[in-house]
C-alpha cells in the first residue's frame, strides 16, 4: 500500500504529517491519484467499494443498536422491541442493519461471481482470492450470530439447528457442542457468547480487507480482458477515474437498501420471527436467510449428518483451491467460449440450490437439490479442470489499449 | 428441564435436516387469506386516524379479556389520535401493581402514561387454566408474526364456521377456514352488536375485524407513517445524488481517450 512517487504537498500540517507518517500518499496509492488501474474495468469491479460501504454501515449502526440491545435470554427479544419502539429512530438503525447484512452478501456474491467469471484468482493473484474467502468465512459466521441475537423462534432455532451441527463430529461431538453452548441447550450463554463474537468479528473483517486490498496493490486489479497492462496507455489513475465512476453504483445500491429499509423491511425477513424464542416449541419448517439457503441445501441433500455438515463444509472450502482447479491459462470468459457456458450454468445451479434449500427436503425438491449438490461439485471438480485443458481459448488481444483487434482478430480466425 | 430441552433440540434437529413429519399439517394450513386493500400499504401508505380508534376500541372490549399487549403504552394512544388528556383517563381506568408501602406491603395504583397495556392474566398459568390450557398470545407484533399478518388477522376473525361433516373436532375447540390445522381454541370473539362504536360506524363482524387488524398493524409497526414518509424524501436525495454521480463520470470520462 505504501510506494508511489513522493508527492509534494501544498499544505504544512499534510506535510509535517507526511514526513512524519506518509499515510496521504498511502491513500493516494491505494485508492488515488498515484493508483494506475486499467482503463477497461466495467461497472461489475465497483462491488468491492459497495463491499467496503456495507461493511461500515454494518459496523456504524451496529454499534449504535449494541448501545440499546440487551444479550441476555429473557431480554433480548424485549429489548430489540424497546428499540423498534423507544429509541429515537431505533428502527431504522435496526432495519438498516437487517436489510444491510442482505446488501453486504449480495454484493459480496455477485463480487465473487466476478472473480469467478474472469479469472481474477489466477496467477499472481491465488492469495487475494484466499483471503476474500476468507472474509467470505467470517461474513457467514458474523450473519449467523447477528441473526440470532433478536432471539425470536427463527433465531433460536437457526441457533441450535447449526450449533447441532458440530454434534456429528465423532467421538467429541456432544462435548464440543456443549462447549459452544456454554450449557446443555441454546441458551442465555450461547446468545451472550455470540453477541460478544458478533461485535468482534466485523473489525476482523476490516483487518482481513485489509489485507485482501493490500494484495490486490501489489499487482493491481485483474481486467475484463485478463491481460496484464502493458503500458502507461493501459492505466488511468484510480482517482478521479473510477472514484467517479463507482459513486454511482454506490448511489445505486444505497436506493436499493433504502427501498427495503422504507418500503419492504421484511421483505427478506420470516415472520416467526416475531415470535420470541420458544426452547418447547419447534416452528414448521425452520430455513435460514435467503444468503445461506444454497449451502443449507447442500447440507440436507445427504441423508446421514455427518455427511451432510462435510459437504457443507467441503462446499466453501472448496473455493480455496479454486486457482489450481481452473486449469486454463486464460482468465478472462470471454476468450474462453466452453467456460463461459459452464459459467452461467454454474449460477443457475447456485440459484436452483437456494430455491431447495428454502423448500421440505422431500420429494421433488430433496431430488433436484442432490443433483444440483452434485453438479455443483462436478463444476469444480471435473468441468474446471478438463474444461482447461481441452478449451480452445480464442485469441487475446495484444493490449488493453488496442482491444480494437477486432478486424484483426477476425483476420487471426479466418487464417486458422 | 435441560435434558428435557437437549431431547427436544436434538428431535427439532433431525426434523429440520431430515425434513418434517409435520409436513401434513403444514400442507392443510395452505388456505390464503383474501388479499385486503389497506390504507397503510403502499408507498404513502397511511393508518386512517376513525378506523385506528375503533379498532382500539375493539381490541379494549372485546381481545383484552384475554390478550395481553405488553410492548404498547398507553402514551402510544397519542399517535392514534387521541389527546392526551383522552389517554390519560384511558390508563387511569385500569389499575397496576405500585411500589410497596412503608411498611413493604404490594399496592396499586392506577396506570400512567408511561405504563404498558397492563396483562390480563399475572402468568402464563394462570392464561392457559383460564383458556382450557391454550395461551392467548400477545398481540403486540401478531401481524408481524403471521405471513400476510393484516389479511391473515382479519380472515382469521370472521373465518369461523360449522365443522365441516367428517371432520373430528377435539374437545372445546372450534373450525376456522384460515387457523393452520382449522382448529382453534379461540371461541368466534366478534359478533353482531357486541360493542357500538362512537362514531356511528355500523359495528358488523366484518367491520370490527377490519378495523382491529388496522389497529394491530399499527400496534406492530408504530413507526409505518413516519418510516413512508422519510423513505419518500430519501429516495428522493439518493436518486438525485446518483444521478448526479453520474453526470460527473461522464464529465470526468469525457477528455479519455478510451
Known amino acids: ?416 | 428441564m435441560t435434558r428435557l430441552r437437549g431431547m427436544l433440540a436434538a428431535a427439532a434437529v433431525t426434523l429440520a435436516l431430515a425434513g418434517g413429519a409435520d409436513r401434513a399439517l403444514a400442507a392443510e394450513a395452505e388456505v390464503a387469506p383474501p388479499k385486503h386493500d389497506w390504507s397503510f400499504y403502499g408507498l404513502f401508505g397511511t393508518f386512517e386516524r376513525p378506523a385506528l380508534q375503533r379498532g382500539y376500541k375493539v381490541y379494549k372490549d372485546v381481545c383484552s379479556a384475554c390478550h395481553s399487549m405488553k410492548f404498547v403504552a398507553f402514551r402510544n394512544l397519542v399517535d392514534i389520535g387521541f389527546t392526551e388528556a383522552e389517554a390519560k383517563a384511558l390508563a387511569e381506568e385500569y389499575q397496576v401493581a405500585g411500589e410497596p408501602d412503608e411498611f413493604g406491603d404490594p399496592t396499586t395504583r392506577p396506570a400512567r402514561l408511561a405504563d404498558a397495556f397492563p396483562s390480563p392474566y399475572a402468568n402464563e398459568q394462570a392464561a392457559r387454566s383460564a383458556n382450557g390450557g391454550a395461551l392467548p398470545p400477545d398481540l403486540s407484533l401478531i401481524t408481524k408474526a403471521r405471513e400476510n399478518g393484516p389479511d391473515y388477522v382479519r380472515a382469521l376473525l370472521v373465518g369461523y364456521k360449522d365443522a365441516p361433516s367428517g371432520v373430528a373436532m377435539a374437545p372445546g375447540m372450534n373450525y376456522n377456514e384460515y387457523f393452520p390445522g382449522h382448529q382453534i381454541a379461540m371461541a368466534a370473539p366478534l359478533s353482531e352488536g357486541i360493542i357500538e362504536y362512537a362514531d356511528g360506524t355500523d359495528a358488523s363482524v366484518e367491520q370490527m375485524a377490519e378495523d382491529v387488524a388496522t389497529f394491530l398493524h399499527w400496534a406492530a409497526n408504530p413507526e409505518l407513517e413516519r418510516r413512508h414518509s422519510m423513505g419518500f424524501q430519501t429516495m428522493i436525495f439518493l436518486i438525485l445524488l446518483t444521478i448526479l454521480f453520474w453526470f460527473v463520470k461522464q464529465r470526468v470520462w469525457r477528455e479519455l481517450d478510451h
Not at chain 1, 112 to 140: D, H
Not at chain 1, 213 to 228: D, E, K
Request: proline share 7%; glycine share 6%.
Open chain 1, 1 to 416: 500500500m505504501a510506494g508511489g512517487p513522493a508527492r509534494q504537498y501544498n499544505n504544512r500540517l499534510v506535510r509535517w504529517i507526511e514526513y512524519r507518517l506518509p499515510i496521504f500518499s498511502a491513500v493516494e496509492a491505494t485508492i488515488g491519484r498515484d493508483m494506475p488501474t486499467p482503463k477497461n474495468l466495467n461497472y461489475w469491479w465497483s462491488l468491492g467499494s459497495v463491499l467496503f460501504l456495507a461493511l461500515i454501515i454494518q459496523i456504524a449502526t451496529g454499534i449504535f443498536l449494541a448501545m440499546h440491545y440487551i444479550p441476555n435470554g429473557a431480554m433480548a427479544f424485549d429489548s430489540v422491541e424497546h428499540i423498534m419502539r423507544n429509541v429515537n429512530h431505533g428502527w431504522l438503525l435496526r432495519y438498516v442493519h437487517a436489510n444491510g447484512a442482505s446488501l453486504f452478501f449480495a454484493a459480496a456474491y455477485i463480487h465473487i461471481l466476478r472473480g469467478m467469471y474472469y479469472g481474477s484468482y489466477k496467477a499472481p493473484r491465488e492469495l487475494l482470492w484466499i483471503i476474500g474467502v476468507v472474509i467470505l468465512v467470517i461474513m457467514m459466521a458474523t450473519a449467523f450470530m447477528g441473526y440470532v441475537l433478536p432471539w425470536g423462534q427463527m433465531s433460536f432455532w437457526a441457533a441450535t439447528v447449526i450449533t447441532n451441527l458440530f454434534s456429528a463430529i465423532p467421538w467429541v461431538g456432544s462435548e464440543i457442542t456443549t462447549w459452544l453452548w456454554g450449557g446443555f441447550a441454546v441458551d442465555s450463554p450461547t446468545l451472550q457468547r455470540f453477541f460478544s463474537l458478533h461485535y468482534l468479528l466485523p473489525f476482523v473483517i476490516f483487518g482481513v480487507s485489509l489485507l485482501h486490498v493490500w494484495a490486490l496493490h501489489v499487482h493491481g486489479p485483474t481486467n475484463p480482458m485478463g491481460i496484464s497492462a502493458r503500458s502507461k496507455q493501459d492505466t488511468v489513475p484510480y482517482h478521479p477515474y473510477y472514484t467517479s465512476k463507482y459513486m454511482s453504483v454506490i448511489g445505486l445500491a444505497l436506493i436499493i437498501l433504502a427501498f427495503f429499509v422504507f418500503y419492504e423491511p421484511l421483505f427478506l425477513s420470516h415472520a416467526d420471527n416475531f415470535i420470541a424464542a420458544n426452547p418447547l416449541q419447534t416452528p414448521p419448517n425452520i430455513v435460514p436467510e435467503w444468503y445461506f439457503l444454497p449451502f443449507y441445501a447442500i447440507l440436507r441433500s445427504v441423508p446421514d449428518k455427518l455427511g451432510g455438515v462435510i459437504l457443507f463444509g467441503a462446499s466453501i472450502a472448496i473455493l480455496f483451491l479454486l486457482p489450481w482447479l481452473d486449469t486454463s491459462r486464460v482468465r478472462s470468459a470471454r476468450f474462453r467460449p466452453t467456460y463461459r457456458y459452464f459459467f452461467w450454468i454454474f449460477v443457475l445451479d447456485v440459484i436452483v440450490l437456494g430455491w431447495v434449500g428454502a423448500q421440505h427436503p422431500e420429494g421433488t425438491p430433496l431430488l433436484i437439490g442432490r443433483l444440483a449438490t452434485i453438479y455443483y461439485f462436478a463444476h469444480f471438480i471435473i468441468i474446471l479442470p478438463f474444461v482447461g485443458w481441452f478449451e480452445r481459448p480464442r485469441p487475446l488481444p495484444e493490449s488493453i489499449s488496442k482491444p480494437v483487434l477486432k478486424s484483426g482478430a477476425a483476420a487471426t480466425e479466418a487464417a486458422e
